[in-house]
């Protein structure tokens, strides 16, 4: 007998999957679950973590940006989407995007988890990457400059002779 559960029913049946480890199905769940808008930003947000753990992680981002779009997603739900979104992006490597999203987290909670400890080490990441860069660039132009120099140098030489 194959009964229509409500939204409802599909996140809590959802969240029990995940607790079992049964993502796929629980991912099904959150789906349906997540067509209602009371349920929608909750659905999302589980339905990432789920992604996450099957390593879909490009998925998850999807979803926990979607999470963060429902109104009636309380400020601490918020919170907690945004830093899983920024760990996410952060595992990833994609620095410049989760200094981003912690930084709007540190706004709205300057005291969550680690973020503040987080947002100070990307951006000592960030210092030291964009130090080197310029540091290999300036090598490597003066090696140019001076390679060209001794070439207009011995030109005449190569031409005379």
């Not at 130090?131 to 207009?152: K, M, T």
Request: proline share 4%; aromatic share 10%.
């Amino acid at each position: 007998m194959d009964q229509q559960l409500s939204p409802s029913e599909c996140y809590e049946r959802g969240v029990v999957l995940k607790q079992v480890r049964m993502f796929h199905p629980a991912i099904e769940d959150f789906q349906i679950a997540a067509g209602d808008p009371h349920y929608a930003g909750k659905a999302y947000m589980q339905m990432a973590m789920c992604l996450r753990a099957i390593g879909h992680d490009e998925e998850a981002i999807v979803a926990f940006r979607q999470a963060v779009t429902f109104p009636l997603v309380s400020s601490v739900e918020r919170c907690h989407v945004l830093y899983q979104l920024g760990q996410t992006l952060e595992s990833l490597g994609r620095d410049a995007e989760s200094l981003e999203v912690y930084g709007s987290l540190c706004k709205r909670n300057p005291e969550f988890f680690d973020v503040a400890q987080r947002i100070q080490r990307l951006s000592a990441d960030k210092c030291w990457l964009s130090s080197w860069v310029c540091d290999w660039w300036r090598a490597l132009r003066n090696g140019v400059r001076a390679r060209r120099r001794a070439v207009l140098l011995h030109m005449p030489a190569v031409l005379d002779g």
